[in-house]
């Protein structure tokens, strides 16, 4: 997510508006600017990379001024780089934006059409441009910025510097957040707390639509017709990090909660008239009829996603899958046909395993794509093609967010399959990107709120050495991304194990009070799991079921602990995403109660860019 930060007060507003990027730059970012208000006019410095080039930059296009507004950016239209790094100026005035203007393409076609020319590709810059030609017409920041804001479809939180108006900031938002706050000689808007804790604790969070109008230490509200609003002011506690997670106690925590929106903003802009679309030519229907075998390459929890993506693009779109360690794919000489489809899924875009498997698919001719979270990193840009997820940055080392939105876009990729092999009607495609875009993020907020049960559960976990995860189908995969996500934080041992196999050699490690979670998500084949839960059980097992809402309704599950994960419908594919959080909330819940540094686990890092 971008960072903004805007100050007007009676001091150089530079070393406030550096500050505040810095303690915003938790958030990710790949590049950085400002721009201020001086005495010649209002001038902008901005660089792609970390705030060390900005400043590096600033060295020799120094700028000052009393009024400013600052960004990092976190790229979601257009790669990494000094053009397309905030703040961007059109004629009258400069502004930050944080969010995605979904129909910024056809803004910007009508503005081109009035003759405004684009020096990047960020859809912020036609933001700037429209609010542009609503000033040159009726000369009122307010009227301007509320044309523009009835026009743009999407998220903003805008911070805009009319040149004629040095002294002033105007910011608005819609979706994306936006504090306000005052001190004795000052006024700043931020993206979020941490920015502002330094001078004041507190803060008015801006409200949807609503004009904020900064004049130095004056503040005044507006809505669309001008009219005055009041606000309510709201006092924070916290310190610096506690603010950067948002109050809560950990990143991975915070992201977790995060995953309704996330998912609804992955999966929103690739839907037109309800049905997916990617907008990449590897993936038009065309292209997607002729694939004859698809090889998903990847790492870690990516590769967990792919097996899940296998389960359903199977079973929908009959299309082969394979789903390989990209470590190993690199180790083997793959056979790889001309009309296969080689998928390579990573949240960094940065993972050295995976980025040397697609070179070395790349060195074989053969068409490669990627499903990637970090834009412009390695592997999208040296994909042929790449989908972006819409995730944000994720802080924590053990991935969340990321996996279920990875999950997300490849459901909406096996639509796309079955759909172009005339393997599923647009009717049912339709119903399937509903309860995707609607119904799915629901049910994740609903089995976060089941906190309570889920730290029981943790507290019958935390104490012991080994655990089990078992389930069949698609239960099993969910139970290996599960495992990985316990051992990774709370250094316990875990594994998960198909349900059918245990009773061919593994269940001798299962003791007394070993625990075993069950994972029931397929209707199917729920009474199978049943039976190797009596299995389990005769054995001594501590038996934790995670069983779809629905499933336990005619049957009886006989474990000792029973939590029932939200899901909108009866389909395995449905309740996956769901049963996943609640996983991730096992997990965290374990090393939270353990005391363990959640975030930061030992001998892990963030991105493996290294073999
Ligand atoms: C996930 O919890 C792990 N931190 C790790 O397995 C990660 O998924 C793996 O290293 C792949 O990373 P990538 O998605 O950035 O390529």
């Known amino acids: 997510m971008c960072g903004i930060i ?14 505040g990027l810095d303690t915003l730059s938790y958030r990710g970012y790949d590049s950085a600017g400002i721009a201020v208000a001086g005495v010649s006019g209002v001038h902008t410095v901005k660089a792609k990379g970390k705030l060390d080039a900005l400043k590096e930059k600033l060295k020799t296009h120094p700028v000052s001024g009393s009024t400013g507004i600052g960004h ?6 257009g790669a990494p780089s000094d053009e397309n790094s905030h703040p961007h100026t059109s004629g009258t005035l400069t502004l930050v934006h944080n969010g995605i203007i979904e129909n910024y393409a056809a803004i910007a076609e009508k503005l081109r059409a009035l003759g405004y020319t684009f020096v990047s590709e960020t859809d912020t810059e036609a933001a700037a441009h429209l609010i542009d030609s609503y000033y040159r017409e009726n000369g009122d920041p307010a009227a301007a910025i509320y044309r523009a804001a009835q026009e743009m479809h999407g998220s903003y939180a805008l911070g805009v510097l009319f040149h004629d108006r040095p002294n002033t900031l105007y910011a608005i938002r819609k979706g994306s957040p936006l504090i306000v706050a005052q001190t004795d000689s000052a006024s700043l808007i931020a993206s979020d707390i941490p920015a502002i804790l330094p001078y004041t604790r507190s803060y008015v969070r801006l409200p949807e639509g609503i004009l904020a109008v900064l004049d130095g230490a004056e503040i005044s509200f507006s809505d669309e017709n001008g ?9 924070v506690d916290w ?9 809560y106690a950990h990143f991975m925590l915070k992201e977790i909660h995060e995953e309704p929106e996330v998912l609804r903003a992955t ?8 049905l997916p679309h990617f907008d990449v030519p590897g993936f038009d229907g065309g292209a997607l009829a002729g694939v004859e075998r ?7 929890t990516a590769m967990h996603a792919g097996l899940l993506a296998r389960q359903w693009i199977e079973a929908e779109a009959r299309v082969p899958v394979t789903v390989e360690i990209a470590s190993e794919f690199r180790g083997r000489e793959p056979i790889l046909g001309e009309k296969d489809l080689v998928l390579f899924i990573s949240q960094s875009g940065e993972t050295a395993d995976t980025l040397e498997a697609l070179r070395l698919v790349k060195a074989r001719g053969v068409r490669t794509a990627a499903i990637v979270n970090v834009v412009g990193s390695t592997v999208a840009r040296e994909a042929d093609d790449v989908i972006y997820t819409r995730a944000g940055p994720e802080i924590a080392v053990a991935s969340t967010k990321a996996y279920i939105v990875q999950c997300a876009t490849l459901r909406l990729l096996t639509i796309c399959l079955a759909l172009a092999r005339g393997r599923m009607t647009e ?13 799915v993020p629901e049910s994740i907020a609903k089995t976060i709120a089941l906190a309570a049960e889920i730290e029981t559960i943790a507290s019958r976990l935390k104490t012991k050495p080994h655990i089990f995860y078992i389930g069949r189908g698609a239960d099993s995969v969910l139970g290996t991304e599960a495992s990985l996500k316990l051992k990774e934080i709370t250094y316990l041992h875990a594994e998960a194990y198909a349900a059918g196999e245990l009773k061919h050699g593994t269940i001798s490690l299962v003791e007394d009070g070993t625990p075993v979670i069950a994972i029931l998500t397929e209707e199917s084949l729920a009474e199978k799991t049943v039976s190797a839960i009596r299995e389990v059980k005769s054995r001594g097992a501590f038996v934790i079921a995670a069983v779809s809402e629905g499933i336990a309704e005619n049957r009886e599950i006989p474990s000792d602990l029973l939590l029932t994960v939200p899901t909108a419908g009866r389909e395995a594919w449905i309740a996956a995403l769901p049963t996943m959080t609640a996983m991730q909330m096992i997990a965290y819940c374990t090393a939270a109660q353990m005391g363990l540094d959640v975030d930061r686990p030992r001998n892990l890092a ?5 073999e």
């Not at 310190?239 to 109050?247: F, H, K």
């Not at 698809?294 to 870690?300: D, E, L, T």
């Not at 009717?427 to 119904?439: G, K, P, T, V, W």
């Open 239 to 247: 310190d610096v990090e506690a603010a950067q997670r948002g109050g």
């Open 294 to 300: 698809i090889h998903i390459v990847a790492c870690g």
């Open 267 to 274: 999966v929103a802009p690739y839907l037109k008239d309800g």
């Open 427 to 439: 009717e049912d495609a339709r119903r399937q990107c509903r309860i995707l875009l609607e119904d």
């Open 227 to 235: 009219s005055e609003v009041a606000l309510k002011t709201e006092t």
């Open 6 to 19: 805007g100050f007007s007060g009676e001091t150089d507003c530079v070393p406030v508006l550096l500050g």
């Open 606 to 610: 963030k991105s493996v860019t290294v």
């Open 72 to 77: 990092t950016r976190w790229a979601t239209h």
